[in-house]
């Protein structure tokens, strides 16, 4: 993954604004309630920018955590063909019950057959849903496995024409990793328009600040205490 210059970064980025761009992520089907608490008291102890989770998750959080923490919620997750009308069912509770964000996942049979019509609507269904009800950003994930290069820039005009403000790599659920190649190249495709998400596979500290390095606004991870852990390693600031 580490194929750009970072060394800079090191020493640009502190560990609490290196957590500020994490978005720490439970998603495991097998995650109980207990897992779930440490994750919570992850955000908290590291300052993460929120923690990621199912819906079905979100009443536990604020049961646990009560408005400490912003919480985004995961909708058409992983596959992403379910209808606009769940997608938008999914973000109106999730708005209803506090996310502050929305990670979707973009209708990729639809991408592939180039019906690019019913893509912008799927997702600009979304944004209204969740831009009327309070939710701060949606994140729209492509899949960047399943996607050529040309998509992957042509997915980027689509998510911005359909009002999303970030373009995100992977659900992490199909095998695919962010890489810095796909990070550089929706950041460059985004031309300022919209942030880049890099989710998918970060697990250790350089790969994270190679992604950052590469135009990676955010990062989504199940792995960011590691990660920081090792950021202050790194830096000489273990404890």
């Known amino acids: 993954m580490m194929d750009v210059e970072f060394d800079e970064v090191i020493y640009r980025v502190s560990p609490r604004e290196l957590a500020e761009r994490i978005d720490h992520t439970l998603l495991k089907p097998d995650a109980d309630y207990k ?67 929305v990670d979707m996942v973009m209708n990729i ?24 009800r309070g939710v701060r950003v949606v994140k729209v994930i492509i899949e960047t496995g399943l996607l050529t290069d040309e998509e992957k820039a042509r997915a980027v005009d689509v998510i911005f024409e359909a009002g999303g403000d970030y373009v995100k790599t992977c659900t992490g659920f199909l095998g695919s990793v962010a890489t810095v190649h796909d990070v550089r190249l929706l950041y460059r495709a985004s031309r300022g328009r ?19 390095a590469a135009g990676a606004s955010r990062l989504g991870t199940s792995s960011g205490d590691v990660i920081i852990e090792e950021y202050m390693k790194l830096r000489g600031e273990e404890k």
């Open 109 to 132: 049979n639809a991408f592939k057959s180039r019906d690019l019509d019913y893509v912008r609507r799927d997702i600009s269904s979304v944004v209204e849903a969740a831009k009327s």
């Open 194 to 212: 919209l942030r880049v998400k890099a989710s998918g596979g970060i697990r250790h500290a350089l790969d994270a600040l190679a992604l950052v």
């Open 35 to 101: 897992l779930l608490e440490k994750y919570v008291d992850d955000v908290k102890k590291y300052g993460f920018k929120l923690l990621m989770i199912p819906l079905s998750l979100v009443d536990r959080v604020r049961e646990i955590a009560g408005r400490s923490i912003e919480i985004g919620v995961v909708v058409g997750f992983p596959l992403g063909n379910t209808s606009t009308r769940t997608k938008v069912s999914e973000t109106i509770e999730a708005a209803e019950l506090g996310a502050s964000e």
